[in-house]
C-alpha cells in the first residue's frame, strides 16, 4: 500500500522553525522526486521546494530562499522540509508530493503520490 506522511507540523511563533518529515513506504522511493507544497486559508496550492530522486538539486519558490532547505534521506524513505524564520504568511497545511514517470507501451506516463498534509500555523 503506496503511503506518504507528513507530520511535524504545529503551531509556532513568528521567527520560530520546524521540520517537516514526509515518511513514504509501499513504492520505490529513491526513484521519485520530492515536492513540499502548501495551501494557505483561501489561497491556491503552491509549490515551496523540490529535490530530485538522488537528492542533487534542489528548488524553492522565491518567498522562502534562505529560510527553508529540503533534504532527504533514501536510506529511510523520508524527506524533510527545514523552515527557519517563520512568517505568518507561511501558515497552510504543508503536502508532501512524490513523483516520477513510467514507460507504458511506449508512452511517457506520470506517477504523482500525495500525503494528506500538517497544518502549520505561525501565530504570535
Known amino acids: 500500500q503506496v503511503k506518504l506522511v507528513e507530520s511535524g507540523g504545529g503551531l509556532v511563533q513568528p521567527g520560530g522553525s520546524l521540520r517537516l518529515s514526509c515518511a513514504a513506504s509501499?513504492?520505490?522511493?529513491?526513484?521519485?522526486?520530492v515536492n513540499w507544497y502548501r495551501q494557505g486559508p483561501g489561497k491556491e496550492r503552491e509549490l515551496v521546494a523540490g529535490?530530485?530522486?538522488?537528492?542533487?538539486?534542489?528548488n524553492y519558490t522565491d518567498s522562502v530562499k534562505g529560510r527553508f532547505t529540503i533534504s532527504r534521506d533514501n536510506a529511510k524513505n523520508t524527506v524533510y522540509l527545514q523552515m527557519n524564520s517563520l512568517k505568518p504568511e507561511d501558515t497552510a497545511v504543508y503536502y508532501c508530493?512524490?513523483?516520477?514517470?513510467?514507460?507504458?507501451?511506449?508512452?511517457?506516463?506520470?506517477?504523482?503520490?500525495w500525503g494528506q498534509g500538517t497544518q502549520v500555523t505561525v501565530s504570535s
Open positions: 508530493n512524490a513523483n516520477t514517470v513510467v514507460r507504458v507501451l511506449g508512452r511517457i506516463l506520470p506517477v504523482d503520490y
Open positions: 509501499g513504492f520505490s522511493f529513491s526513484n521519485y522526486a
Open positions: 529535490i530530485t530522486s538522488t537528492g542533487d538539486s534542489t
